[in-house]
């Protein structure tokens, strides 16, 4: 657990804007963040918890994105995530009415080759988004997405396929 806390701390001091793009992508390699070539995270991304994170060569992630590893974040090749997007893995079951937060839970989130986020777009514990597939903005998806399809808010319905 040491691991991940170390991970945390320097996310959080590299996530500064006067931090060069080549020195953020080196320290959070060091800290244990998979990054493929050509990758780039930008100023202000928040990165939490102990589960894996790896990110596809070519992707790219705007700024302040949240990701929540309390279980694994995998993103595919050439994947962009907009500003202001949230990948959030855990949630809680309910509890009694006398307490309805019940227990801490934890799905992992699959982002496959070539998706697009745009701005604002949540997505939800235990969520797979199928290669090619774009989801527009503010789109809070909470159901795997198939591949080559297009999604949109507020919660988040096929539109339409795209081709492959």
Known sequence: MAGYRFREYVADVVRHGAVPGRIRMAALRAAGVEVGQGAQI?????????????????????????????????????????????????????GPPEDRCGPPKARPIVIEDGVWLAVGVTVLPGVTIGAGSFLAPNTVVRVSVPPNTMWAAPSARKIKDLPA
């Open 42 to 94: 930008a100023p202000g991304v928040r990165l939490r918890g102990a589960g894996r994170f790896a990110l596809g060569a070519g992707s790219g992630i705007n700024t302040d994105v949240l990701i929540d590893c309390n279980a694994d974040v995998v993103l595919g090749r050439n994947v962009k995530i907009g500003p202001n997007c949230a990948l959030i893995t855990s949630d809680h079951s309910f």
